[in-house]
């Protein structure tokens, strides 16, 4: 360090002394710079001095000869690699990447020792003049004359390319060797890439685009779906190890890019389509595998996983469609419901572990499964009923968690469903005969069912539904409390009666003409109606005959058995006391039972199974002279009104002695009675002395027939006569807080609203919004009659 | 006047025809009340100073006399002649003399409504009460719905005038009549609009269908393309114009 001040005061005597007036000092010394360059060029820099010409150069700028010193560099240089690229461009085209190779080797070397040499003029005179610093110069001269040179561009080009090509085809190229001329490509660019783009990148991306679409058109006409994206995959990655290994990494999302518009973005839709190896056969045979693969390939291009989701979301669509629509799965509830639940299975499986949870694909996938389960308005129906075999018999043995399970996989349908409240009536039906039939096999199970409908839909949801358990919880304890008073009086009943109260409102009403009830049978509700309007008064107690049960002691020939019958039945049955033989009408008459409910029960009764009565299908022949012995049903039946705060109330049975009632469900719980057999109103009835049964305790069960065309109307409208009442309570509701609002607006507000229960049609609710303008709760805007207003 | 527009030329004419003032006491008072006719005379007869002739009381309740029913203070038998004596004769004017008359049932002016309203007309004999009613039958007349708040005002009297006792709706025969006088001359399909009442309908029409009715007959008459089914319509129009648009293409 210390040499150079010293340096700099011997060279400012020089300067103001002889050398300035010597006017051959820049020629002289420029040849003498020019001759130590040759030999740099020759590699042949050892025994040149670095200090003198050093100094040189310096002189030379400091005397304002700069410009000659860089103009004369330039020249030289320049002359120098001309001959270089002769040389280069005569070498043999296998050693035509080596020799290029070496002459930029060597070209380098020169020019760090010439740049070391014109230091001075690279800070000052260069710096100064804006121009390129030595060895920058030296780059742009190396590309002009050698990179650029006619006789090498496209060669290199063309080396560089079939190289390239040739890996591609299997074979083992010399890769370090071409990452060094790629390398010197981008340094020729200087500060930017420039050369290496033009020169190679962009013909290598044209070549790899060509190959590729060449290559894909083979494979995919000669390939299966899985063959074909197994390969692509193949050719992905060796394209990403050449970038790593040999060009820039820039170069690679370009690369990339080009590879997957050839192989997959080209191809999509053909892949996709494929016959017997595409999406849909790979949907079909839950080939995991493969569709993880075409989820990860086509994640890689636009629209790619759109055009999937779409096809996968449109498949399920179809095949919902076809579960849905399918006449002979809908005709038994638990089949079509277990094919919905099991297609669910199999999509939540995929989404799991082909397409990673991909949140767009169960978007369209749910949106799928809601699209077909609301084409059939009896879906919410079916959800309850595949819920009521559930809790019926179908969860027997079955652990908690396991229940648990179940009930949230069905849940998850549930949630699909539009029409929240067409379930929740179905539901309310269903739950109701279970807990009146004592049908219920597990009170947990029913709880956690309700818990999660609350969780789902809200409270207001399932108070009902809780309310029915508190009705039976509250009939237990005034069951306990009335045995005690009748004990109390000394008294003991002709019949063990038990009670149900239930609260009006809690429970699916049905307003049926009630039966006429035996004498013996009446006197017990009386006592029960007695005791319980002293405990609570004011309220009104209705019996609800079509909804008990009841177990009659009768006498057959053979031996006498316990009939398990509805409360109907009973009272059908004890009319044979009295008398053999009754005509249809006359039972209708004696016991003033619905006509349709007659016939289900009369049907029952005379199933060959368990052929408690017979019929004799004509009047007109009267043979049987009667001498049958007349059975004697004593009857320790159980009909049980029920009722509470206002009103409703119905009988049912859950009788003490269960012992054999295990054995009894399995002897007759498949009671669906033969079709074609339906009772005739000229029937005449008679009480079959030939009866038969293995067991003592027969159970005849009601005939559970769906529902009747006119049922189903029914519950229909009241449905909807419940949502008119909902809509116009949501639009008050709105308006009450908003006072004005736009017509579209309220109506998606009330959409909005309403939707957790069901989606109300639009031009309902306008038709509710007009109804409530014509009762003036509501009146147009004077200015604009799609703005409302609320009137207080 | 040469400075007034037609439309304005012909407003004056109208004040001064109803209240015999001088053209510039005309233009004063249609300029302060913004051109609007009625209220301009409304304001001219404020001003007790502006009609020298008092009103004659005497004069309308002999005029009301005259008419009234035999048993009871209304005039609803003789109602007829009464409006023939004033040169109405046609339908649509009947209804308009009991729209001026504000009266509440169809065919009935009673005494009240009798006296309070030729007191509000000003008039006071028979020949003020024809010129009243010819320049309600030139408002009436009118062509342009769009602008013609009269009407709107006469249209949505008549559905009440149609009420029966207690009712909140007009039954649809009654409206099919009314529609029939009151928007012969103004929608040209009227005729589908009733077929497609009777045919699908059939059902008592509200008072806000009926009022809504009539925007849409503006609509209508200019194009039914441009209706707008998300516009808030009753849900009865929005159905005509399916219908419409099926059967009369």
């Keep these: 360090m210390m040499a150079k001040p010293n340096g700099k005061i011997q060279f400012k005597n020089l300067q103001s002394h002889g050398v300035l007036a010597d006017p051959d000092f820049p020629k002289r010394t420029w040849k003498l710079l020019k001759t130590a360059m040759r030999q740099i060029h020759q590699q042949n820099a050892s025994n040149l001095s670095f200090e003198e010409l050093y100094r040189n150069g310096y002189n030379m700028v400091l005397q304002k000869h700069g410009d000659l010193l860089y103009n004369n560099l330039k020249k030289m240089v320049d002359k120098h690699l001309k001959a270089v690229a002769k040389t280069v461009s005569e070498s043999i085209d296998e050693k035509f990447l080596q020799e290029l190779n070496l002459s930029w080797i060597n070209h380098k070397t020169s020019m760090l020792m010439i740049r070391d040499i014109l230091m001075y003029m690279d800070r000052n005179y260069v710096k100064q003049n804006n121009l390129s610093s030595v060895f920058d110069l030296g780059l742009y001269l190396f590309r002009d004359n050698v990179a650029h040179c006619p006789t090498i561009k496209d060669r290199l080009l063309n080396t560089l390319l079939s190289m390239v090509q040739k890996e591609r085809e299997g074979e083992v190229i010399d890769r370090i060797l071409i990452k060094n001329i790629v390398q010197m490509l981008i340094d020729l660019g200087v500060n930017s890439k420039n050369v290496y783009i033009e020169d190679f990148e962009k013909p290598l991306l044209l070549k790899t685009s060509l190959h590729y679409q060449a290559q894909s058109q083979t494979l995919i006409q000669t390939c299966s779906c899985p063959?074909?994206?197994?390969?692509?995959?193949?050719?992905?990655?060796?394209e990403l190890e050449r970038v790593s290994h040999y060009l820039d990494s820039s170069s690679e999302p370009k690369l990339k890019e080009v590879c997957e518009k050839q192989l997959i973005s080209n191809h999509m839709r053909t892949l996709i389509e494929m016959e017997n190896s595409g999406l849909i056969s790979m949907l079909k045979d839950d080939k995991i595998e493969d569709l993880?693969?075409?989820?990860?390939?086509?994640?890689?291009?636009?629209?790619?996983?759109?055009?999937?989701?779409?096809?996968?979301?449109?498949?399920?669509?179809?095949?919902?469609?076809?579960?849905?629509?399918?006449?002979?799965?809908?005709?038994?509830?638990?089949?079509?419901?277990?094919?919905?639940?099991?297609?669910?299975?199999?999509?939540?499986?995929?989404?799991?572990?082909?397409?990673?949870?991909?949140?767009?694909?169960?978007?369209?996938?749910?949106?799928?499964?809601?699209?077909?389960?609301?084409?059939?308005?009896?879906?919410?129906?079916?959800?309850?009923l595949f819920i009521d075999e559930k809790l019926k018999k179908g969860l027997k043995g079955v652990s908690e968690e396991e229940v648990d399970i179940i009930l949230d996989k069905i849940l998850m349908l549930f949630r699909l469903i539009q029409e929240k409240d067409v379930f929740e009536k179905y539901y309310k039906q269903h739950l109701a005969k279970r807990l009146l039939l004592g049908r219920s096999i597990s009170d947990d199970a029913e709880r956690n069912m309700i818990a999660k409908l609350k969780t789902e839909c809200g409270y207001q949801f399932t108070s009902k539904l809780e309310g029915m358990f508190t009705d039976m919880r509250l009939s237990q304890d005034t069951m306990s409390g009335f045995k005690t008073y009748i004990q109390n009086l000394k008294k003991t009943l002709p019949i063990d009666l038990n009670v149900h109260v239930l609260t009006t409102g809690f429970w699916p009403t049905q307003n049926t003409a009630n039966c006429n009830l035996p004498r013996e049978i009446l006197f017990c509700c009386e006592a029960f109606k007695f005791y319980y309007l002293s405990n609570h008064n004011g309220r009104l107690l209705l019996w609800q005959t079509n909804m008990g049960t009841a177990e009659i002691k009768a006498n057959f020939p053979s031996k006498s058995h316990e009939l398990q019958v509805s409360s109907y039945q009973m009272v059908i049955l004890l009319l044979f006391n009295d008398q053999s033989k009754l005509t249809f009408k006359e039972i209708a008459d004696q016991t003033g039972i619905p006509t349709t409910d007659l016939k289900r029960n009369l049907l029952a009764l005379t199933n060959p199974k368990n052929k408690i009565l017979d019929r004799e299908l004509s009047t007109t022949t009267t043979t049987t002279p009667t001498p049958t012995p007349i059975p004697t049903p004593a009857p320790t039946p159980t009909p049980t009104p029920s009722s509470s705060s206002s009103s409703l109330s119905s009988p049912s049975s859950p009788t003490p002695g269960s012992s054999s009632s295990s054995l009894n469900t399995s002897n007759s719980t498949t009671t669906t009675l033969t079709p074609g057999k339906s009772i005739d109103e000229s029937d005449v009835f008679v009480f079959n002395t030939k009866f038969k049964s293995k067991l003592f305790r027969v159970k005849v069960m009601a005939v559970v027939q769906k529902e009747t065309p006119v049922e189903e109307k029914e519950t229909r409208d009241k449905v909807d006569e419940d949502r008119k009442h909902q809509i116009e309570a949501s639009i008050v509701r709105i308006m009450k807080a908003r006072k004005t609002l736009e017509h579209s607006n309220l109506v998606s507000e009330v959409i909005k609203q309403l939707q957790s229960r069901f989606v109300p049609n639009p031009v309902i609710v306008k038709k509710r919004i007009e109804s409530l303008i014509e009762r003036e709760y509501l009146e147009r805007s004077k200015q604009d009659r799609k703005i409302y207003n609320y009137m207080a | 006047m040469n400075r007034l527009s037609s439309d304005q030329k012909i407003k004056c004419s109208e004040f001064m025809s109803i209240t015999q003032a001088t053209e510039a006491k005309a233009i004063q008072y249609l300029k302060d009340a913004s051109w609007r006719t009625e209220a301009a005379v409304d304001n001219y007869y404020s001003n007790p100073s502006n009609y020298a002739n008092k009103f004659d009381k005497k004069a309308v309740e002999a005029l009301f006399n005259k008419y009234k029913d035999s048993g009871e203070e209304q005039i609803s038998e003789k109602l007829p002649e009464f409006v023939k004596e004033i040169n109405v004769n046609d339908e649509l004017m009947e209804l308009a003399v009991l729209w001026k008359f504000k009266t509440k049932q169809m065919g009935v002016i009673t005494?009240?409504?009798?006296?309070?309203?030729?007191?509000?007309?000003?008039?006071?004999?028979?020949?003020?009460?024809?010129?009243?009613?010819?320049?309600?039958?030139?408002?009436?007349?009118s062509k342009d719905l769009n602008n013609n708040t009269s009407f709107k005002e006469f249209y949505m009297f008549v559905f009440d005038l149609g009420k029966a006792e207690n009712q909140k709706n007009v039954s649809l025969q009654m409206c099919i009549e009314l529609w029939t006088i009151v928007l012969k001359s103004k929608f040209d399909n009227l005729q589908i609009w009733f077929d497609f009442l009777n045919k699908h309908h059939k059902l008592a029409i509200s008072k806000d269908t009926w009022n809504l009715f009539l925007d849409f007959v503006k609509i209508a008459n200019d194009s039914i393309t441009k209706y707008d089914s998300e516009g808030a319509w009753p849900v009865l129009i929005d159905e005509f114009v399916e219908y419409y648009k099926e059967n009369c293409k």
């Design chain 1, 227 to 238: 063959d074909y994206m197994k390969k692509v995959e193949v050719c992905l990655k060796e």
């Design chain 1, 292 to 384: 993880k693969r075409m989820y990860n390939l086509f994640s890689r291009v636009s629209d790619g996983l759109n055009l999937m989701k779409d096809v996968i979301s449109g498949y399920v669509k179809e095949i919902g469609k076809g579960i849905v629509m399918d006449e002979e799965k809908t005709k038994e509830s638990g089949t079509y419901f277990q094919s919905l639940l099991d297609l669910k299975d199999k999509y939540d499986n995929l989404l799991q572990n082909a397409l990673y949870n991909d949140k767009q694909f169960i978007h369209s996938i749910q949106q799928a499964f809601e699209y077909f389960i609301n084409l059939n308005p009896k879906s919410p129906e079916y959800i309850s």
């Design chain 2, 111 to 141: 005494k009240n409504e009798f006296m309070e309203s030729m007191e509000r007309l000003r008039c006071d004999n028979v020949s003020s009460l024809e010129k009243q009613m010819e320049s309600v039958k030139q408002q009436l007349s």
